[in-house]
């Protein structure tokens, strides 16, 4: 699953900096107060969409591995 984790955790940073961006949010690039308050925020909401992303993709890595176990390579 660490493969899977690997091809979309940015993924799932660019889904939600898009959102945001979608809701007429822009993210500070500068660290002021409002910056550092809403750093749980930048952690939480990609991990919550990567979690969804894992329940979509890691059964699919794992189907192939082991149809790849099975072929001997």
Same mark, same amino acid.
């Given at each position: 699953?660490?493969?899977?984790?690997?091809?979309?955790?940015?993924?799932?940073?660019?889904?939600?900096?898009?959102?945001v961006?979608?809701?007429?949010?822009?993210?500070?690039?500068?660290?002021?107060?409002?910056?550092?308050?809403?750093?749980?925020?930048?952690?939480?909401?990609?991990?919550?969409?990567?979690?969804?992303?894992l %329940?979509?993709? %890691?059964?699919?890595?794992?189907r192939?591995?082991? %149809?790849?176990?099975?072929?001997?390579?």
């Open positions: 699953m660490l493969l899977t984790v690997f091809l979309w955790h940015m993924t799932a940073l660019l889904l939600v900096f898009l959102a961006e979608a809701l007429g949010f822009t993210p500070e690039s500068e660290p002021t107060g409002q910056w550092w308050a809403l750093r749980p925020f930048w952690l939480v909401a990609p991990a919550i969409v990567l979690v969804a992303l %329940a979509i993709f %890691a059964p699919v890595e794992q192939l591995r082991r %149809a790849l176990s099975m072929t001997g390579r």
